[in-house]
């Protein structure tokens, strides 16, 4: 494409916008938490099947055997010479709670400015608003056709761990062949500077349960005599992880794999952000101190493990003199490669019942393996150079990245490279109250999107792919 | 009094109760849980006062500086050469919740065959039926007139720590005194024998929180580098008291009695327990293995620290990837005697911060002393006398019992023999969900009181009191 083309694509996206935060509003309004039993999934998945019809894909809502239904879409209409891109969101978001901090209303859009705010504005509706202006753009500028096959795979479960989506993705591999697959997120830093994602870390997320007594028991009655669920619970998490943060299950780092020192030249070319994150979660420093390099090491390239909630007895205002018969713990793992959730399934397990605690019952809520894609690949490269001309500025090049995502069955299954071209930027909240997307943001996120399926053409890239 | 006298007091005290039944859904329909701030605390006050006034007491609602106001009340037409009985109970009740658990509505009294149910209707609303029921029967058989001098003292703070009410006592001595304290509560034991308490051990209640970051983080970003509350404070938890439930405070046994060798042939007599509380909360052994006559002094004798409640992160259902930037614990200790509260909250601070957790901070909720009364005091033995003749069983005199209440002020500010006369029973449920009365029990309760009341008089007790 020539220059005229490649502006008058992104003048096509800026027409999108004022659909797209329509649509945007309509998506956000369905509370599609999938880690809520009752929660509107189906509904969620239908939102996003109309906006997707609405551009001519072919979508259709397929059951995973449990969870909620992908939402798998195509429009293979631009033909086998064509490049063959897979897109991969999810239409699920995280629970709104603590409801009480949120400025408005979590489940209507609040644009304020800039600012877009609700849940899943960001994490990650707004991606699939940001992936259809994309298409919206393409198809205005090619006489309403697609110049790039198109598949799509809306997910119901990221937030819960993708628990079907792997072996959803292994028993249709044959229908989700492609050249490249543009993942879920992606977007700015602190400075503006775009971000490159090759990889994510896993996740093995479980709850602790301890259940000493029938029913709760007057403190003043039981407190020598009953066991307590709480004191049970606290004792055997602290046996998990020491307070240098070193995790102590046995074998826990056996299968690590340090940071190369390609990953660390990489790491040292990013963008400072330790005085951004220190200042806005208020920090004077980070665990053990860590700066520089070795912050920027250890924040990706050494696993964690996180206890994301804690409940027992009474939790209300004021003085309840009560003994909890049951204690509960959420407890997250991030695993670096070459870690595995079934491992740490395992080991946990083993740890509990050698430490004198076979009576916590352990839940395993899911699991991911991490995933890695070659930052030298051609096609990262490409999402590079196209970032570097929408965004005007040198793009990073992350190798891995904290969170985590069903990036495995893409990377190691399909074999796809997997690039990232996004909205987000470190001030969106997500998972947060007063999550939000700027929606510049979302203009350049589509532009990067548009400006990365054009130059697959160009390319002339998967001409016998489909 | 004679045969025929006692029998008509009996029979006065049966006539009494079914207007005590609807007075008593009166008190329960009122939600006085003093642990809420926005609680009808004056309205619990208010009830209460006007049931005193319809026997012709004087009552009023008195300010305490702070906390909900005391129902004071006397009736002293009895004159100086009568008996004075100071009764204590209170209006206040613990917070309902969990709510899910209750069979009916907590603030609706229930009657189902023998039991009445809803939140207070033990603990200490019906105590103060109980009392009710014993001026109607005396007031029945004695021309309208009490025999004896009432002065009732009736908080609303008593499952708070009765904060203010050690202070108001102090403040309030001259008008407070008597020949004996009524107890708010008492009763019988798994098999119908009456019990005679003989003291309380004492409580400090405290919250620890523990607050890290400026709010909750995505799990995937913070995990390695972000200090995470809920770790800090299981970490400083786990450091109070190890799994053999010795309490790892500096000096917090130094001021513990022993039980004397006349407590333990107290409890020796005491009928044995175990094998109900163990049935009753599902458990084939208490802590440590104890048994006998260890279990029994284990209950009361040693000090305990219980969590009642943690509290951080993400508590909903499924999987929420948060690292929570808040966590709160709830920590009751019983203590012994000569324990004090006060040297609890200083040992307290003193151990976190040796432990290097002086970012944990402490609120004191509220704490009591430890009191004790002589068994072998006359008025016990009146007490147990009365009992003896009412239930047909012979009493158990309890040197000291595991719950706390405000009974040092009483015992040792105003220097008076503490008895106890009730309708509780172990199946009670009291802080806990479908708390409930047995009707049986009330009338027994209230004819043990009536008795004891009778028999101040036929003895001639406190002829120069006032």
Request: proline residues 7%.
């Amino acid at each position: 494409m020539d220059t005229a083309e490649l502006l008058g694509l992104d003048r096509s996206v800026e027409d999108a916008l004022p659909r797209a935060i329509e649509e945007l509003a309509q998506m956000v309004a369905v509370a599609s938490v999938a880690a809520k039993p009752d929660a509107p999934m189906r509904e969620g998945a239908e939102v996003v099947a109309t906006l997707l019809r609405a551009r001519g894909l072919e979508a259709r809502l397929v059951p995973t055997g449990g969870g909620p239904p992908v939402v798998f879409a195509e429009d293979r209409s631009a033909g086998v010479d064509a490049p063959t891109v897979l897109f991969y969101n999810h239409y699920d978001v995280q629970p709104a709670e603590p409801l009480e901090l949120w400025e408005s209303d979590p489940w209507t859009l609040r644009i304020e400015g800039d600012h877009a705010i609700a849940r899943g504005v960001s994490d990650d509706k707004g991606h699939i608003s940001c992936r259809l202006m994309a298409l919206d753009a393409l198809q205005e500028q090619n006489d309403g056709k697609l110049p790039v096959n198109v598949k799509w795979v809306i997910e119901g479960e990221e937030e819960v761990a993708s628990i079907h989506l792997p072996a959803w993705i292994e028993a249709n591999a044959n229908i989700l062949a492609a050249d490249v697959c543009l993942w879920e997120f992606g977007g700015v830093d602190d400075a503006g500077r775009p971000e490159i994602l090759c990889g994510l870390r896993g996740i093995a997320y479980f709850e602790l349960h301890a259940r000493t007594i029938t029913y709760d028991a007057h403190s003043g009655v039981g407190g020598s005599l009953f066991p307590n669920a709480a004191w049970r619970l606290v004792w055997a998490l602290s046996t998990l992880k020491g307070e240098d943060e070193r995790i102590l299950l046995p074998g826990h780092y056996d299968a690590v794999r340090p940071a190369t020192d390609e990953d660390l030249a990489l790491l040292a070319a990013l963008p400072d952000t330790e005085s951004y994150l220190k200042r806005e979660f208020g920090l004077s420093d980070f665990l053990g101190g860590a700066t520089g390099a070795e912050y920027q090491r250890r924040a990706v390239f050494e696993p964690t493990c996180t206890i994301c909630g804690l409940s027992s007895g009474y939790e209300g205002a004021g003085a309840k003199t009560v003994l909890p018969a049951n204690a509960v713990a959420k407890l997250d793992f991030r695993l670096v490669p070459d870690q595995d959730p079934e491992t740490v399934h395992r080991s946990l397990r083993a740890h509990l019942d050698a430490h004198g605690f076979s009576d916590i019952e352990i839940r395993y809520l899911g699991g991911q393996r991490p995933g890695r894609v070659d930052p030298h690949h051609p096609l990262v490269t490409l999402a590079a150079d196209t970032a570097r001309a929408i965004y005007g500025k040198e793009p990073s090049l992350i190798p891995l990245v904290g969170g985590s995502g069903p990036i495995f069955p893409f990377v190691a299954g399909l074999r796809l490279p997997v690039v990232t071209c996004g909205c987000g930027y470190p001030g969106a909240r997500v998972h947060a109250p007063n999550e939000n997307l700027r929606l510049s943001d979302l203009v350049l996120g589509a532009k990067h999107t548009t400006r990365f399926l054009a130059a697959l053409v160009d390319r002339g890239v998967g001409s016998s792919a489909g």
